[in-house]
């Protein structure tokens, strides 16, 4: 019953669409990551303010997961890009949109 998997901090912060969009990539690598105060929120769309969020991976792969967000935040080469399925604009560290999760269109690059 206590026999819940461990969990360790990857990344902590107050937007609530930063937090999706960082679970959305760990998810690319095939981390599956949670966000705490995630049950808070209600449907998409109805996200309070100022809430932080914590977001936690499998102890076993914490360290995975902070190369791949140090390294999300640090390639920030690239221009920020707009979704062509929502048109909403994503930071250009970001491989998926943040809100419906569509892939990056790699129009730029090679
Ligand atoms: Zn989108």
Redesign the pocket.
């Known amino acids: 019953m206590t026999n819940q998997t461990q969990q360790a901090l990857v990344y902590q912060t107050d937007n609530s669409l930063q937090a999706h969009c960082i679970k959305g990539l760990l998810l690319q690598h095939g981390i599956t990551a949670q966000l705490s105060g995630e049950s808070l929120f209600g449907a998409i769309g109805e996200l309070p303010a100022n809430i932080q969020i914590e977001i936690t991976v499998e102890h076993s792969e914490q360290a995975r997961a902070l190369e791949i967000i140090e390294k999300a935040m640090h390639s920030q080469q690239g221009q920020d890009w707009f ?1 062509p ?2 048109g ?1 604009k994503n930071a250009a560290s970001f491989e998926v ?1 943040w ?2 999760q ?1 892939e990056k269109q790699e129009n730029n690059n090679d």
Do not use: D, L
């Open positions: 979704c399925q929502c909403e949109c809100q419906c569509t």
